[in-house]
Protein backbone atom coordinates (compact mmCIF):
# COMPACT_ATOMS: atom_id res chain seq x y z
CA UNK A 1 0.00 0.00 0.00
CA UNK A 2 1.51 3.40 -0.90
CA UNK A 3 1.87 6.12 1.41
CA UNK A 4 -0.84 9.35 1.12
CA UNK A 5 0.29 12.37 -1.36
CA UNK A 6 -0.14 14.84 1.28
CA UNK A 7 1.69 12.98 3.90
CA UNK A 8 -1.38 13.77 7.17
CA UNK A 9 -1.99 11.26 9.12
CA UNK A 10 -5.52 10.48 10.46
CA UNK A 11 -5.90 12.19 14.05
CA UNK A 12 -6.56 8.28 15.18
CA UNK A 13 -3.47 7.16 14.04
CA UNK A 14 -1.92 4.36 16.34
CA UNK A 15 0.22 6.34 19.10
CA UNK A 16 -1.96 9.46 19.03
CA UNK A 17 -3.81 11.06 22.14
CA UNK A 18 -7.36 9.92 21.92
CA UNK A 19 -9.74 12.63 20.24
CA UNK A 20 -10.94 13.50 23.66
CA UNK A 21 -7.02 14.56 25.22
CA UNK A 22 -6.63 17.89 25.84
CA UNK A 23 -4.81 20.32 22.70
CA UNK A 24 -3.79 17.56 20.53
CA UNK A 25 -3.75 18.92 17.30
CA UNK A 26 -3.20 16.65 14.45
CA UNK A 27 -0.11 16.39 12.81
CA UNK A 28 1.41 18.78 10.39
CA UNK A 29 -0.22 18.95 6.94
CA UNK A 30 -0.33 20.87 3.76
CA UNK A 31 -2.70 24.11 4.31
CA UNK A 32 -5.23 22.00 1.73
CA UNK A 33 -5.07 18.88 4.24
CA UNK A 34 -8.01 19.75 6.72
CA UNK A 35 -7.12 18.81 10.23
CA UNK A 36 -8.80 18.67 13.46
CA UNK A 37 -8.10 19.65 17.09
CA UNK A 38 -9.93 18.61 20.20
CA UNK A 39 -10.61 19.98 23.11
CA UNK A 40 -12.46 18.62 26.36
CA UNK A 41 -14.55 21.22 27.50
CA UNK A 42 -17.10 20.29 30.71
CA UNK A 43 -19.42 17.38 29.31
CA UNK A 44 -18.79 18.40 25.47
CA UNK A 45 -15.92 18.44 23.34
CA UNK A 46 -14.49 21.27 21.25
CA UNK A 47 -13.78 20.66 17.62
CA UNK A 48 -11.89 22.75 15.63
CA UNK A 49 -11.25 22.13 11.69
CA UNK A 50 -8.73 23.83 9.54
CA UNK A 51 -8.28 23.92 5.75
CA UNK A 52 -10.09 21.70 3.40
CA UNK A 53 -12.47 18.95 4.03
CA UNK A 54 -12.79 17.41 0.69
CA UNK A 55 -12.85 13.59 0.36
CA UNK A 56 -9.40 12.96 1.52
CA UNK A 57 -9.82 14.24 4.59
CA UNK A 58 -13.27 14.03 5.61
CA UNK A 59 -12.03 10.07 4.80
CA UNK A 60 -9.06 10.60 7.37
CA UNK A 61 -11.23 13.27 9.76
CA UNK A 62 -14.35 10.85 10.17
CA UNK A 63 -13.19 8.26 13.00
CA UNK A 64 -11.47 11.14 15.02
CA UNK A 65 -14.96 12.67 14.79
CA UNK A 66 -17.08 9.95 15.98
CA UNK A 67 -14.28 8.93 18.33
CA UNK A 68 -14.60 12.89 20.06
CA UNK A 69 -18.71 12.41 20.29
CA UNK A 70 -18.59 8.88 21.54
CA UNK A 71 -16.23 10.23 24.60
CA UNK A 72 -18.59 13.34 24.98
CA UNK A 73 -20.91 13.57 27.73
CA UNK A 74 -23.62 15.80 25.73
CA UNK A 75 -22.43 16.37 22.42
CA UNK A 76 -19.56 18.21 20.14
CA UNK A 77 -18.91 22.05 19.54
CA UNK A 78 -17.84 22.48 15.78
CA UNK A 79 -15.72 25.73 15.06
CA UNK A 80 -15.60 25.84 11.32
CA UNK A 81 -14.14 29.30 10.77
CA UNK A 82 -10.91 28.15 9.39
CA UNK A 83 -12.35 25.79 6.83
CA UNK A 84 -11.78 27.44 3.45
CA UNK A 85 -13.68 24.41 1.37
CA UNK A 86 -15.89 21.73 2.02
CA UNK A 87 -17.08 19.83 -0.75
CA UNK A 88 -19.89 16.68 -0.53
CA UNK A 89 -17.93 14.69 1.04
CA UNK A 90 -16.60 16.54 3.76
CA UNK A 91 -20.85 18.05 4.51
CA UNK A 92 -21.57 14.19 4.40
CA UNK A 93 -19.19 13.88 7.41
CA UNK A 94 -20.98 16.90 9.32
CA UNK A 95 -23.80 15.60 8.64
CA UNK A 96 -23.23 11.90 9.63
CA UNK A 97 -22.57 13.27 12.91
CA UNK A 98 -26.40 14.64 13.52
CA UNK A 99 -28.39 10.90 13.46
CA UNK A 100 -25.00 9.61 15.23
CA UNK A 101 -25.40 12.32 17.97
CA UNK A 102 -29.52 11.98 18.28
CA UNK A 103 -29.25 8.36 19.02
CA UNK A 104 -26.63 9.19 22.21
CA UNK A 105 -29.26 11.89 23.21
CA UNK A 106 -25.89 14.27 22.42
CA UNK A 107 -26.31 17.54 19.83
CA UNK A 108 -23.45 18.91 17.20
CA UNK A 109 -23.09 22.81 17.52
CA UNK A 110 -22.03 24.69 15.29
CA UNK A 111 -20.17 27.63 17.06
CA UNK A 112 -18.39 29.46 14.04
CA UNK A 113 -18.41 28.54 10.11
CA UNK A 114 -16.69 30.05 7.20
CA UNK A 115 -18.46 32.32 4.61
CA UNK A 116 -18.15 29.38 2.21
CA UNK A 117 -19.32 27.04 4.59
CA UNK A 118 -21.92 28.78 6.19
CA UNK A 119 -23.07 29.40 2.67
CA UNK A 120 -22.86 25.54 1.79
CA UNK A 121 -25.00 24.70 4.72
CA UNK A 122 -27.79 27.32 4.01
CA UNK A 123 -27.65 26.57 0.08
CA UNK A 124 -28.61 23.41 0.84
CA UNK A 125 -31.55 23.82 3.43
CA UNK A 126 -29.05 22.17 6.37
CA UNK A 127 -28.10 25.05 8.35
CA UNK A 128 -30.48 24.86 10.96
CA UNK A 129 -29.42 21.21 11.65
CA UNK A 130 -26.06 22.79 13.19
CA UNK A 131 -27.87 26.05 15.02
CA UNK A 132 -26.04 26.65 18.68
CA UNK A 133 -28.53 25.77 21.21
CA UNK A 134 -30.49 28.21 23.04
CA UNK A 135 -28.96 28.20 26.53
CA UNK A 136 -32.30 30.02 27.35
CA UNK A 137 -33.95 26.48 27.14
CA UNK A 138 -33.20 23.77 29.44
CA UNK A 139 -34.52 20.72 27.48
CA UNK A 140 -32.96 17.12 28.51
CA UNK A 141 -31.61 15.57 25.53
CA UNK A 142 -34.10 13.00 24.97
CA UNK A 143 -36.24 15.71 24.46
CA UNK A 144 -34.68 17.30 22.07
CA UNK A 145 -33.71 14.05 20.37
CA UNK A 146 -37.33 13.54 19.95
CA UNK A 147 -37.93 16.89 18.45
CA UNK A 148 -34.79 17.21 16.23
CA UNK A 149 -35.40 13.71 15.27
CA UNK A 150 -38.72 14.76 13.72
CA UNK A 151 -36.72 17.15 11.67
CA UNK A 152 -35.66 15.90 8.10
CA UNK A 153 -33.33 17.77 5.42
CA UNK A 154 -32.53 16.25 2.21
CA UNK A 155 -29.92 18.32 0.12
CA UNK A 156 -28.48 17.76 -3.28
CA UNK A 157 -25.08 17.94 -3.78
CA UNK A 158 -23.52 17.43 -7.11
CA UNK A 159 -24.56 13.72 -8.18
CA UNK A 160 -25.45 12.94 -4.33
CA UNK A 161 -28.40 13.19 -2.59
CA UNK A 162 -27.78 13.04 1.15
CA UNK A 163 -30.52 12.28 3.26
CA UNK A 164 -30.38 13.54 7.25
CA UNK A 165 -33.18 12.51 9.67
Known sequence: MHAPAHGGQPSTAPGTPSPASRDNASPVAPPSLAMAAYERRGSRIRVTVRGELDLDSAHA????????????ATGLDLHLADLDFCDCAGLAVLLELRPRALSQGKTIALHTASPAVDRLLFLLGVHDL????????DASP?????AASAASAIATCGQRRLVVR
Open 61 to 72: LRPGLFQALADS
Open 130 to 137: FLRPDPRF
Open 142 to 146: PALAA
